[in-house]
């Protein structure tokens, strides 16, 4: 503001004086304090013809410097305080914003995980109450049964990818404070159907496939034997499987975000996410987008193994001693068939396995939020702000 007042003194040092025309009429001369006291009483506008008094060409009053275009002054606090700086969530804010989400948008996340859990609850229960027919004779009930499971089956594979969109979908509106309703998410995920179903043939077929190969290098290790170089080619199949799955988890750690939340096709969708896994190479490793996705993966995964080794553990137990004591692996196979179907429908497991799908959302939640986070896309109200002195702290 010192600047802009020295800009008003001549050579000689006296002050530059003003004409103003408003309505018309003209007034002054008139100087800077002069003209401050008009503009602030409403009576002088930036678009107001003004010229100085030793001059003949007019201009605007937004022309006039130090007038219009001073910068408001700073309070004390900004004078005192340092400035402010974005950083990223932490992880564990990360692991916050997702449950505050899933537990403020709760009844809509419900709402999509039934269209995939309750045909698949009807699926397991008519397979499970309704047993096939013995021999060769077919009783129409138990027929009609089955078609139903499979036809059940069907549909909650079906509704699959609108569950995937609408949680991207549902995620990303509580982020930006939009009210939502369920109807409306699912109105928007159906239009992202076709392309979230073919990404999931890809994705999950290509990770069946390697799943098949580690299971084909496991039948080669038993059947080596004592042969060290079948062990060899066998641990060296293992090293290239695991090598593979890890390289492809990375290439499709966000295709879910990029194809729904930013409309990407087929192949911009890997590639995007792709790149956006493998930034942040500048950072530390508890902060890359990569490493962060792992973790919420691999927490993710132990839930999933806590709950079903607890609906399980009577006939996991069963199974181990059983692996224990019995040489004969076709004899250890036919006592544990034989054991499943003595079991029968197991609650405890049926309940379990309802409480993990409705827990599901979370993921889908954590890698949105994520995603977010790493783009550092969050509305104004929810960036996270840290000050300089704390920003070395929080990473």
């Known amino acids: 503001m010192l600047d802009s007042e020295c800009m008003m003194l001549d050579d000689q040092g006296v002050t530059e004086e003003w004409i103003v025309r408003v309505q018309g009429s003209d007034y002054g001369p008139a100087n800077i304090e002069t003209l401050r006291e008009w503009k602030a009483d409403g009576r002088l506008l930036p678009t107001n013809e003004a010229r100085q008094v030793d001059v003949d060409v007019w201009t605007t009053a937004a022309q006039i410097p130090g007038l219009f275009d001073v910068p408001p002054p700073l309070s004390s606090a900004a004078l005192t305080e340092p400035p402010v700086q974005f950083s990223r969530r932490t992880f564990g804010e990360i692991l916050t914003e997702t449950v505050q989400i899933y537990r403020k948008g709760f009844f809509q996340f419900l709402g999509l995980t039934l269209l995939v859990l309750l045909p698949s609850i009807a ?6 109450f309704v047993k096939p027919p013995q021999g060769e004779n077919i009783d129409v009930v138990s027929g009609l049964a089955a078609g139903f499971a499979f036809l059940m089956l069907i549909l909650s594979i079906v509704m699959w990818p ?10 990303a509106d509580i982020v930006r404070g939009n009210r939502v309703t369920l109807i409306g998410v699912l109105n928007e995920a159906v239009k992202f159907w076709p392309r979230v179903a073919a990404l999931c043939i890809f994705v999950y077929g290509v990770f069946f496939l390697l799943m098949v190969f580690g299971l084909a290098i496991a039948a080669m290790s038993l059947a080596a034997g004592s042969s060290v170089l ?4 066998a641990l060296a199949l293992l090293v290239l499987q695991v090598w593979m799955f890890g390289r492809f988890f990375v290439n499709v750690l966000f295709w879910q975000q990029f194809t ?4 990407a096709g087929f192949i911009d969708s890997l590639r995007e996410s792709r790149d956006l896994a493998r930034s942040g190479g500048d950072l530390p490793r508890i902060q890359r987008p990569l490493w962060r996705g792992a973790l919420i993966a691999s927490i993710w995964f132990a839930v999933v193994l806590a709950i079903t080794f607890g609906g399980q553990w009577g006939t996991l137990h069963y199974y181990f001693n059983e692996l224990m004591t019995t040489q004969d692996p076709q004899t250890l196979l036919q006592q544990m068939t034989e054991a499943q179907k003595a079991s029968g429908f197991n609650i405890t497991a049926f309940v379990l396995g309802v409480v993990e799908k409705i827990l599901q959302p979370l993921v889908g939640i954590a890698f949105v939020v994520l995603y977010l986070d790493s783009k550092l896309e969050w509305p104004s109200h929810m960036e996270p702000i840290v000050r300089a002195g704390e920003s070395d702290a929080v990473r």
């Open 123 to 128: 699926s397991q229960l008519t397979s499970a």
């Open 162 to 171: 609108v569950y995937i969109a609408g949680i991207q979908i549902l995620t």
């Open 230 to 233: 079948l062990a060899l080619v």
């Open 260 to 263: 729904v939340l930013e409309n």
